[in-house]
């Protein structure tokens, strides 16, 4: 039963390779739903594994179909299986970027980062490239970098040593585009690592570096998108020939409507950047999707520092993470909307129940 498990699994992950490596398919937009915290909640969101289908009144349904739609009982190794061809698509020569998108609390982090017991998507990514540059033939360099946007700033998270909050904050780096079209972000700290071992520590003094790491709150991955940036050069090839790809790991900050929050002060201010960054991805991707000849990566940090990572050959993936309770439905709708924008993503017709 195991080595047929095995088969459909390496089945499974040859037809994500090959969906992935067609250049229609460069934007791939999956979603996650959260399970429900109480059995007894009033559930109006259901999905099955290419749709999610909500329930707007008692006869009227709207279904949005997605690429792939894990299930609240979906693993983390489910999640995995699919998201394994983009790492390798990097061993392959690409750039690739793979976003959590959602509201505060539907499992962003959940997905990206795991927990000890059940981990995430980085760091079964970062064990994987390294995997596959054990087997490969070539011998390739990898170096890593993290950093974060907040309130529309760039903040290098591997400059402090993450004991107490980088002081003041730095100044904005800044981007610029080389000859060769590549982002380069002035003075970003690029650490060359050798084992993912290497890398969980970098990842974990950089979470302590965050600027909302030493607030009282529970929500600071909410308030910041974290970015974790690692390259891959083949060292073998002569220098002209040497490639660099990267992938970039992006749990983005929450993506609920601050005006509809009872956010004031910094935390209304922190909201409305993660709002006006969010909406300028979202511009970027739709532009991309309709290959229009003007794509406005410049309207935010966000989109400056991912521009040679979307698009073009690079390989986008868009986890968006939805919550199932009646209270967030409206949060909900909203980022189903946003998916369909990223991804011209066929909406179903409205049903009617009979
Ligand atoms: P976000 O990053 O979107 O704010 P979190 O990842 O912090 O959300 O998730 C909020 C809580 O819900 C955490 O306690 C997390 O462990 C739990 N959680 C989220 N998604 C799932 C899931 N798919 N299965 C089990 N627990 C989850």
Redesign the pocket.
């Known amino acids: 039963r195991l080595t047929v498990q095995v088969n459909d699994q390496n089945k499974r992950r040859r037809e994500i390779l090959n969906e992935f490596l067609d250049l229609k398919g460069n934007i791939r937009v999956f979603c996650?739903v959260?399970?429900l915290d109480s059995k007894n909640s009033r559930a109006p969101v259901s999905s099955d594994t290419r749709n999610v289908i909500i329930k707007l009144t008692e006869s009227k349904r709207k279904t949005y179909n997605f690429d792939r739609v894990f299930q609240?009982d979906?693993s983390q190794d489910d999640v995995f299986l699919e998201i394994e061809p983009v790492i390798k698509s990097v061993i392959d020569g690409y750039n690739a970027c793979i976003f959590a998108y959602?509201?505060?609390?539907?499992?962003?982090?959940?997905?990206m980062e795991g927990?000890p017991e059940s981990p995430g998507i980085v760091p079964r990514a970062i064990k994987a490239l390294f995997k596959q540059v054990e087997q490969s033939n070539h011998k390739f360099v990898i170096k890593f970098s993290m950093l974060e946007i907040y309130m529309g700033n760039l903040r290098d998270l591997l400059v402090s040593q993450g004991t107490k909050p980088i002081s003041p904050i730095p100044p904005s780096l800044l981007i610029h585009t080389d000859p060769k079209g590549e982002i380069d972000i002035e003075n970003l700290v690029t650490l060359k690592v050798t084992d993912s071992d290497e890398v969980f520590k970098l990842y974990k003094l950089g979470c302590r570096s965050r600027a909302t790491a030493f607030t009282n709150s529970n929500?600071a991955?909410?308030r910041s998108h974290c970015m974790i940036r690692v390259s891959i050069t083949c060292a073998g090839a002569p220098e002209r020939l040497r490639e660099r790809n990267k992938i970039w790991l992006v749990?983005l900050g929450?993506s609920e409507r601050v005006l509809k929050t009872k956010a004031t002060g910094r935390r209304f201010d922190e909201g409305k950047a993660i709002n006006l960054s969010l909406s300028a991805l979202g511009d970027v991707i739709n532009s991309l999707q309709r290959k229009n000849a003007h794509i406005p990566y410049r309207n935010s940090k966000l989109t400056q520092v991912l521009k040679d990572s979307l698009g073009q050959d690079s390989k986008t993936l868009m986890l968006v993470?939805i919550s199932r309770k009646e209270d967030d439905l409206c949060e909900t709708i909203c980022s189903l909307n946003f998916a369909t924008r990223a991804k011209n993503i066929h909406l179903g017709q409205d049903e009617s129940k009979e």
């Open positions: 996650r959260k399970p609240p979906s959602g509201q505060t609390g539907t499992g962003k982090t959940f997905t927990l929500s991955s909410s749990d929450g993470h």
